[in-house]
């Protein structure tokens, strides 16, 4: 059965307690997968082995200056230090994992929406 987008959310933990990043409006969670060649002379064909899997999540919210949830991964940026997010699903927590905040971005158009997009490199598996 389908899902409508705006059932999925991104939770960040704060003090071993999933906290809801405000007023999210766009989601994009990537998983891949390298290939690693293992050709040789001989073949004609490439032949490959699955390598490592990586994965990035993008998340585009409305810019609320106080919300708990942006502050924790603006100073996990600074500090650089690793977050734990979980992927909610109508109301239930599905799956959890670390990761690097590598980027954060603002959007502050002259009247419109001030929007914040923020970028994490998953460390590990989904679990």
């Known amino acids: 059965m389908a899902v409508n987008g705006d059932t ?3 939770y960040v933990d704060i003090s071993a307690t999933p906290t809801l990043l405000g007023s999210q409006r766009g989601l994009n969670i990537e998983e ?3 290939a690693i ?3 040789d002379k001989d073949d004609e ?8 899997i990586s ?6 919210h409305l810019f609320v200056a106080a919300d708990t949830a942006y502050l924790e991964l603006q100073a996990a940026l600074r500090a ?12 239930s927590q599905i799956e959890q994992i670390s990761g690097v ?11 419109g929406a ?4 923020v970028e994490i490199a998953t460390s590990g598996a989904w679990s």
């Open 8 to 10: 999925v959310l991104l």
């Open 32 to 34: 891949s997968a390298d």
């Open 37 to 39: 060649d293992i050709s």
């Open 45 to 52: 064909e490439t032949k490959l082995l699955a390598g490592r």
């Open 55 to 60: 994965g990035r999540i993008r998340l585009t």
């Open 80 to 91: 650089q230090t690793l977050v734990t997010v979980y992927r909610y699903e109508g109301g």
């Open 101 to 111: 905040v590598t980027n954060i971005s603002g959007d502050f158009p002259d009247n």
């Open 114 to 117: 001030a929007e914040v997009t």
